[in-house]
């Protein structure tokens, strides 16, 4: 079992900047991959980006490549999301997920967040 609790989220104006934290619990933390996912109202469950269980890979959505960072430091079993440029769009819930292979699809991760609010006001 793991556990994870993110944080980080808030209310930004457009253009700014956030950073998102996951702090994991339980089970070994480096071996599994851990993305993020994010939620708006009314719509499905999206993937953000994917990091392996090494940091050596990462993979991201389109919309926010160049502007997304994600990263891990095993030592202190926490993922970050780090956010610039933010529009209103990106505004939603924002998830971290651990599964065993990096991948786009929610039904491949094993373990969730509470999630974290996200808001860009344009």
């Known amino acids: 079992q793991v556990q994870m609790v993110e944080s980080g989220g808030g209310l930004v104006q457009a253009g700014g900047s956030l950073r998102l934290s996951c702090a994991a619990s339980?089970?070994?933390?480096?071996?599994?991959?851990m993305g993020w996912f994010r939620q708006a109202p009314g719509k499905e469950r999206e993937f953000v980006a994917c990091?392996?269980?090494?940091?050596?890979?990462?993979y991201y959505t389109d919309s926010v490549k160049g502007r997304f960072t994600i990263s891990r430091d095993n030592a202190k079993n926490t993922v970050y999301l780090q956010m610039n440029s933010l529009k209103p769009e990106d505004t939603a819930v924002y998830y971290c997920?651990?599964?065993?292979?990096?991948?786009?699809?929610?039904?491949?991760?094993?373990?969730w967040g509470q999630g974290t609010q996200v808001t860009v006001s344009s």
């Open positions: 990091i392996s269980w090494s940091g050596g890979s990462t």
């Open positions: 339980g089970r070994t933390f480096s071996g599994y991959t």
């Open positions: 997920a651990a599964g065993r292979s990096c991948s786009a699809r929610p039904n491949l991760y094993d373990y």
